[in-house]
């Protein structure tokens, strides 16, 4: 346009233009056009060549440049608004208005520099907008984490981009991780895990391992949120299933169990319902039964024999001294009454080795005992002077220990978990609890007229006594063998002046003392005081005045204070004797002025002081106490089992000065053969003491304290004890160093005496007499010494076994030897040209495990495959094998052409061979062993079983003539001598049995 004006413009200025010609002249002479024609009238131009046209065409196109100029400029400007809006959005955390306003800018702007930025911050913007909330999706965000990597990843920004992934993954992670332990939820675990290595990937290298550390701990703290509900949930689940199905206790358990892992669930509403649940399930299913189950009646006598005591005093006085007090002893089995001042054995009543608990003094219109009789399986009731029964109640399950006695009335509880109430006069059944499971303490007598019990597993019961009845349930919260773990000889429930004592064995080294309160009449007992100690608890507590003694461990003994006074704690650690000594039973016996008696590996005084446990000089009675310590005045009481042997040995001591009154020798272990004369039998105990014993002895029943003669024993003595050889022989084995050994042996006859022989070497066996001599087994040889010091030897082969097995002479003086690889050997022994022994058979490398059984007809072996082979004893010729279905308890014992062997699997087996064997036979032998090898009485076997039982058999057949039970338990084989049989109990009495019922020979 503006060319054209200026065209214009020219025209008019370049002076070509004339005036306008006269009109005559204009009519004569056509006028010429100029620029190609002529003028043009106005109506007559073209009008795209008209200036004004054109002039406005020319402004119309600036104004459409100026338009487009300014669109352009608009337009930047609303996009850069735009823009602006949603960053400052994202800026701000308004992460959900960022993310549309960044959406809506792109759908409008979708290229340029600030689409390709805002691509960026929206995918970011939509990475916050999950995780920057008040309730954070860091599942969603995890997604959106990973396709803004998946997206960018190949961007040349993106390298530097990493520092926003790295700071959204780690809180990705750690919201996870922490969301995970507040909701307890195990599906953030999963983002956690994905996102922790996203973000140490983008982390800077200076913090990647602080930031590895961190992520561990946060997963494991989470991880334990989530197992914490998943053990929730599941052990809920049990206790519901195992209160719909009626069993509370495992309910408790599982209860148990969850808090033992989470504690803080303790105060968990729905738990605490399933708690009062359980607790209510169980008062609900004790089923108490009242009255009348009398007596057993007609409960036969234990058999009378003699019974073998050794007695000493020290003052002539005591020996007619005799007191009304009784001293109680329980030694082999059997629970003695000792006369208190002259320690001679009143009376005696087996009860059976298992000791359910040492038996109780009980007071009324007669003084009492009650002792359990394992063998009937009854309490009963013994009158403390006479030792006679009274009265025997059987029980269904075993004492969980000692009974207690208020008023007339006695209270047992047993493993079968009932509660006895037994009138203590006439031993009828009063009441009777079942409590659905085992107890394990001593029933307790509350104030009030109420008892307690604890069962094996959570819970105490209490019920009222008049009558009896369940009161309530009391959660104790400890583990089936805590309590049980206690021995059964003491209480672990007691009552300690106003509080109730209860002992819980926690792990190998620690027992939990807890006092419940029962100070509110009518309500529960309620834990008041918790204390521990750093050992378990076996043995009975004591308590005096306001002191507690526990012992503990090893020889150790806790001290504590108890008050009830207000404001005071109820239980106070004191003093403690800290000491490891041997493991051992321990009773403790509080004094006055803080005096302390212990008996355990020996018997102690101990002074209590305010901070320390002090030992008095002087102690005495060395060995393992086996009974409580009983105090009477002045005097001390003790039991127990020197070292060495088994006998029970009770003392009467000065309790300041521990000098002996009397001593009484109980239950000595025998070895038991024929005299030399055959009239009768000897006893060699441990301690070396020896008794005769025939006919006449049978005639005066009862105790018998004295012995024939006594070896006497010395520090050098290698083995303290003796040792059966044969009929009349004995020996004891002596050493006065490694070189020097003796052997002292006895001959018992009519005209007693002793030889002591110097032996070459270390016996391994007891020696076998031969000739006027001893054949010895001593490492690799066979030595015959005699008394004037000649030798004989037979020495073992090159390269064969140095220890032997089996030692046996033979009738006819021969002897056969058995090695420790199970090779065997025959010996005879000849004076011509020279003594020596000759090698009539031999067998070698049997491989036996156990020692050979040697016959005067049969030599019986027990191989590695349980297999009896059977050979011949002159030539060792095999006569037979016969399998086993167990392995032996012992070795087998050859009788005739007889083999007879016990198995562990409980049976009586028997094989005889030769051209007429009889069929092997087995007899099952009801739970219990053999007390020694069989027998044989006439035509018949004997068997004695430990438990008291006596088999007769037809030992052709295998068949049982007869089974009695005498009720009393049998040690070692019978022994047969003229027209007697007699066999030793535990308690050293000597029985003479009775014979088969068909009539035959005893």
Same mark, same amino acid.
């Given at each position: 346009?503006?060319?054209?004006?200026?065209?214009?413009?020219?025209?008019?200025?370049?002076?070509?233009?004339?005036?306008?010609?006269?009109?005559?002249?204009?009519?004569?002479?056509?006028?010429?056009?100029?620029?190609?024609?002529?003028?043009?009238?106005?109506?007559?131009?073209?009008?795209?060549?008209?200036?004004?046209?054109?002039?406005?065409?020319?402004?119309?196109?600036?104004?459409?440049?100026?338009?487009?100029?300014?669109?352009?400029?608009?337009?930047?400007?609303?996009?850069?608004?735009?823009?602006?809006?949603?960053?400052?959005?994202?800026?701000?955390?308004?992460?959900?208005?960022?993310?549309?306003?960044?959406?809506?800018?792109?759908?409008?702007?979708?290229?340029?520099?600030?689409?390709?930025?805002?691509?960026?911050?929206?995918?970011?913007?939509?990475?916050?907008?999950?995780?920057?909330?008040?309730?954070?999706?860091?599942?969603?965000?995890?997604?959106?984490?990973?396709?803004?990597?998946?997206?960018?990843?190949?961007?040349?920004?993106?390298?530097?981009?990493?520092?926003?992934?790295?700071?959204?993954?780690?809180?990705?992670?750690?919201?996870?991780?922490?969301?995970?332990?507040?909701?307890?939820?195990?599906?953030?675990?999963?983002?956690?895990?994905?996102?922790?290595?996203?973000?140490?990937?983008?982390?800077?290298?200076?913090?990647?391992?602080?930031?590895?550390?961190?992520?561990?701990?946060?997963?494991?703290?989470?991880?334990?949120?989530?197992?914490?509900?998943?053990?929730?949930?599941?052990?809920?689940?049990?206790?519901?299933?195992?209160?719909?199905?009626?069993?509370?206790?495992?309910?408790?358990?599982?209860?148990?169990?969850?808090?033992?892992?989470?504690?803080?669930?303790?105060?968990?509403?729905?738990?605490?319902?399933?708690?009062?649940?359980?607790?209510?399930?169980?008062?609900?299913?004790?089923?108490?039964?009242?009255?009348?189950?009398?007596?057993?009646?007609?409960?036969?006598?234990?058999?009378?024999?003699?019974?073998?005591?050794?007695?000493?005093?020290?003052?002539?006085?005591?020996?007619?001294?005799?007191?009304?007090?009784?001293?109680?002893?329980?030694?082999?089995?059997?629970?003695?009454?000792?006369?208190?001042?002259?320690?001679?054995?009143?009376?005696?009543?087996?009860?059976?080795?298992?000791?359910?608990?040492?038996?109780?003094?009980?007071?009324?219109?007669?003084?009492?005992?009650?002792?359990?009789?394992?063998?009937?399986?009854?309490?009963?009731?013994?009158?403390?002077?006479?030792?006679?029964?009274?009265?025997?109640?059987?029980?269904?399950?075993?004492?969980?220990?000692?009974?207690?006695?208020?008023?007339?009335?006695?209270?047992?509880?047993?493993?079968?978990?009932?509660?006895?109430?037994?009138?203590?006069?006439?031993?009828?059944?009063?009441?009777?609890?079942?409590?659905?499971?085992?107890?394990?303490?001593?029933?307790?007598?509350?104030?009030?007229?109420?008892?307690?019990?604890?069962?094996?597993?959570?819970?105490?019961?209490?019920?009222?006594?008049?009558?009896?009845?369940?009161?309530?349930?009391?959660?104790?919260?400890?583990?089936?063998?805590?309590?049980?773990?206690?021995?059964?000889?003491?209480?672990?429930?007691?009552?300690?002046?106003?509080?109730?004592?209860?002992?819980?064995?926690?792990?190998?080294?620690?027992?939990?003392? @807890?006092?419940?309160?029962?100070?509110?009449?009518?309500?529960?007992?309620?834990?008041?005081?918790?204390?521990?100690?750093?050992?378990?608890?076996?043995?009975?507590?004591?308590?005096?005045?306001?002191?507690?003694?526990?012992?503990?461990?090893?020889?150790?003994?806790?001290?504590?204070?108890?008050?009830?006074?207000?404001?005071?704690?109820?239980?106070?650690?004191?003093?403690?004797?800290?000491?490891?000594?041997?493991?051992?039973?321990?009773?403790?016996?509080?004094?006055?002025?803080?005096?302390?008696?212990?008996?355990?590996?020996?018997?102690?005084?101990?002074?209590?002081?305010?901070?320390?446990?002090?030992?008095?000089?002087? @102690?005495?009675?060395?060995?393992?106490?086996?009974?409580?310590?009983?105090?009477?005045?002045?005097?001390?009481?003790?039991?127990?089992?020197?070292?060495?042997?088994?006998?029970?040995?009770?003392?009467?001591?000065?309790?300041?000065?521990?000098?002996?009154?009397?001593?009484?020798?109980?239950?000595?272990?025998?070895?038991?053969?024929?005299?030399?004369?055959?009239?009768?039998?000897?006893?060699?105990?441990?301690?070396?003491?020896?008794?005769?014993?025939?006919?006449?002895?049978?005639?005066?029943?009862?105790?018998?304290?004295?012995?024939?003669?006594?070896?006497?024993?010395?520090?050098?003595?290698?083995?303290?004890?003796?040792?059966?050889?044969?009929?009349?022989?004995?020996?004891?084995?002596?050493?006065?160093?490694?070189?020097?050994?003796?052997?002292?042996?006895?001959?018992?006859?009519?005209?007693?005496?002793?030889?002591?022989?110097?032996?070459?070497?270390?016996?391994?066996?007891?020696?076998?007499?031969?000739?006027?001599?001893?054949?010895?087994?001593?490492?690799?040889?066979?030595?015959?010494?005699?008394?004037?010091?000649?030798?004989?030897?037979?020495?073992?082969?090159?390269?064969?076994?140095?220890?032997?097995?089996?030692?046996?002479?033979?009738?006819?003086?021969?002897?056969?030897?058995?090695?420790?690889?199970?090779?065997?050997?025959?010996?005879?022994?000849?004076?011509?040209?020279?003594?020596?022994?000759?090698?009539?058979?031999?067998?070698?490398?049997?491989?036996?495990?156990?020692?050979?059984?040697?016959?005067?007809?049969?030599?019986?072996?027990?191989?590695?495959?349980?297999?009896?082979?059977?050979?011949?004893?002159?030539?060792?010729?095999?006569?037979?094998?016969?399998?086993?279905?167990?392995?032996?308890?012992?070795?087998?014992?050859?009788?005739?052409?007889?083999?007879?062997?016990?198995?562990?699997?409980?049976?009586?087996?028997?094989?005889?061979?030769?051209?007429?064997?009889?069929?092997?036979?087995?007899?099952?032998?009801?739970?219990?062993?053999?007390?020694?090898?069989?027998?044989?009485?006439?035509?018949?076997?004997?068997?004695?079983?430990?438990?008291?039982?006596?088999?007769?058999?037809?030992?052709?057949?295998?068949?049982?003539?007869?089974?009695?039970?005498?009720?009393?338990?049998?040690?070692?084989?019978?022994?047969?001598?003229?027209?007697?049989?007699?066999?030793?109990?535990?308690?050293?009495?000597?029985?003479?049995?009775?014979?088969?019922?068909?009539?035959?020979?005893?």
């Amino acid at each position: 346009m503006d060319d054209t004006l200026s065209d214009v413009h020219d025209e008019f200025d370049s002076g070509d233009f004339e005036s306008s010609p006269p009109p005559e002249s204009k009519a004569a002479t056509p006028p010429r056009p100029r620029f190609g024609g002529r003028r043009r009238r106005p109506g007559e131009q073209d009008p795209l060549q008209s200036p004004l046209v054109m002039w406005l065409f020319g402004g119309a196109v600036v104004l459409v440049i100026a338009a487009a100029v300014l669109w352009t400029v608009v337009q930047r400007y609303q996009r850069t608004q735009a823009y602006e809006a949603a960053k400052t959005e994202f800026e701000a955390d308004r992460h959900r208005q960022a993310v549309t306003l960044y959406e809506a800018f792109l759908e409008e702007h979708p290229t340029g520099d600030l689409a390709t930025v805002a691509r960026r911050e929206l995918a970011r913007a939509r990475v916050r907008k999950e995780i920057d909330t008040a309730v954070p999706d860091w599942e969603a965000g995890l997604a959106r984490l990973e396709a803004l990597i998946d997206e960018f990843r190949e961007d040349e920004e993106f390298e530097t981009f990493g520092t926003v992934v790295f700071e959204d993954a780690r809180t990705i992670a750690f919201g996870a991780a922490d969301g995970a332990k507040r909701a307890e939820q195990a599906t953030l675990l999963a983002v956690h895990d994905a996102a922790g290595p996203i973000a140490i990937r983008y982390a800077p290298t200076n913090e990647s391992d602080a930031l590895r550390a961190r992520l561990a701990k946060s997963r494991s703290e989470a991880e334990r949120a989530v197992r914490r509900r998943v053990t929730y949930d599941s052990k809920t689940a049990s206790i519901d299933e195992s209160l719909e199905s009626g069993q509370p206790l495992d309910a408790l358990d599982v209860r148990f169990d969850l808090l033992d892992e989470f504690a803080d669930y303790a105060d968990d509403v729905a738990l605490a319902e399933r708690f009062d649940a359980a607790l209510a399930d169980l008062e609900s299913a004790v089923e108490v039964a009242l009255g009348g189950r009398p007596p057993a009646a007609n409960v036969p006598a234990p058999p009378v024999g003699v019974t073998i005591v050794h007695e000493e005093r020290n003052r002539r006085d005591r020996d007619s001294a005799a007191s009304t007090e009784v001293v109680l002893a329980y030694a082999g089995g059997s629970v003695f009454g000792l006369d208190a001042s002259t320690g001679s054995p009143l009376w005696r009543r087996p009860l059976g080795t298992d000791r359910a608990f040492f038996p109780v003094e009980t007071t009324g219109v007669t003084a009492g005992v009650l002792a359990f009789n394992g063998h009937a399986n009854a309490l009963e009731r013994l009158d403390l002077v006479t030792g006679e029964r009274l009265w025997s109640q059987p029980c269904d399950g075993w004492p969980a220990g000692p009974p207690t006695e208020r008023s007339g009335v006695v209270y047992l509880a047993t493993s079968s978990g009932e509660l006895l109430q037994i009138e203590a006069s006439t031993g009828r059944v009063l009441g009777l609890a079942a409590c659905g499971q085992p107890l394990v303490s001593t029933p307790v007598l509350l104030p009030g007229g109420r008892v307690v019990v604890v069962g094996e597993r959570s819970v105490a019961y209490v019920f009222e006594t008049a009558p009896l009845a369940v009161a309530d349930v009391v959660f104790l919260g400890h583990r089936r063998g805590a309590a049980a773990g206690l021995t059964a000889s003491g209480p672990q429930l007691q009552l300690v002046g106003p509080y109730v004592l209860f002992l819980e064995n926690v792990g190998v080294e620690t027992a939990r003392l @807890r006092l419940l309160s029962d100070d509110l009449e009518g309500s529960p007992p309620r834990p008041v005081a918790t204390a521990t100690v750093p050992g378990n608890v076996h043995d009975d507590v004591a308590i005096r005045g306001r002191r507690l003694f526990v012992p503990f461990g090893n020889e150790q003994v806790a001290t504590f204070t108890l008050s009830a006074e207000p404001g005071q704690d109820p239980l106070v650690p004191a003093a403690r004797l800290d000491r490891k000594g041997a493991d051992v039973p321990v009773s403790i016996l509080p004094g006055p002025a803080d005096e302390l008696w212990m008996a355990s590996s020996s018997v102690r005084r101990f002074r209590v002081l305010i901070e320390a446990v002090q030992q008095a000089p002087g @102690r005495t009675a060395e060995g393992r106490h086996v009974q409580p310590l009983r105090g009477i005045g002045e005097r001390l009481f003790v039991g127990y089992q020197p070292p060495g042997v088994s006998e029970t040995v009770v003392l009467e001591l000065d309790r300041r000065t521990f000098d002996v009154g009397w001593r009484v020798s109980l239950a000595e272990r025998f070895a038991a053969t024929r005299s030399a004369d055959g009239s009768g039998i000897l006893l060699a105990s441990e301690s070396g003491r020896v008794y005769s014993v025939n006919q006449s002895t049978f005639d005066t029943p009862g105790f018998r304290g004295t012995s024939d003669f006594q070896v006497e024993f010395d520090e050098k003595t290698s083995s303290r004890g003796l040792h059966v050889v044969s009929d009349g022989f004995l020996f004891v084995r002596r050493h006065v160093d490694d070189e020097l050994w003796t052997a002292t042996v006895f001959s018992h006859d009519s005209n007693p005496k002793t030889t002591t022989v110097r032996l070459p070497s270390r016996p391994l066996l007891p020696p076998v007499p031969l000739e006027d001599g001893l054949l010895v087994a001593t490492p690799g040889r066979l030595s015959l010494v005699s008394p004037t010091g000649t030798q004989v030897e037979h020495d073992a082969r090159a390269g064969a076994a140095t220890g032997w097995r089996t030692l046996r002479k033979l009738t006819n003086g021969d002897v056969v030897a058995q090695d420790d690889a199970g090779g065997l050997v025959r010996l005879a022994y000849r004076t011509q040209p020279v003594a020596h022994f000759g090698v009539t058979a031999r067998i070698d490398d049997l491989d036996t495990p156990v020692a050979a059984a040697v016959g005067d007809a049969v030599v019986a072996v027990v191989d590695r495959r349980n297999h009896v082979i059977v050979f011949s004893t002159d030539r060792f010729e095999r006569l037979g094998a016969f399998p086993l279905a167990a392995a032996p308890v012992r070795p087998p014992t050859a009788l005739g052409r007889l083999v007879v062997v016990e198995t562990k699997d409980g049976k009586l087996h028997g094989f005889t061979v030769g051209p007429a064997a009889d069929p092997p036979w087995s007899i099952p032998l009801s739970g219990t062993t053999l007390s020694g090898p069989p027998v044989v009485v006439g035509d018949r076997l004997l068997a004695t079983t430990r438990a008291g039982g006596l088999l007769w058999i037809d030992p052709r057949q295998g068949r049982v003539l007869e089974h009695r039970d005498l009720g009393v338990n049998f040690a070692g084989s019978p022994v047969v001598f003229g027209d007697h049989v007699v066999v030793l109990t535990t308690d050293g009495t000597v029985l003479r049995l009775p014979g088969p019922v068909d009539g035959g020979q005893p």
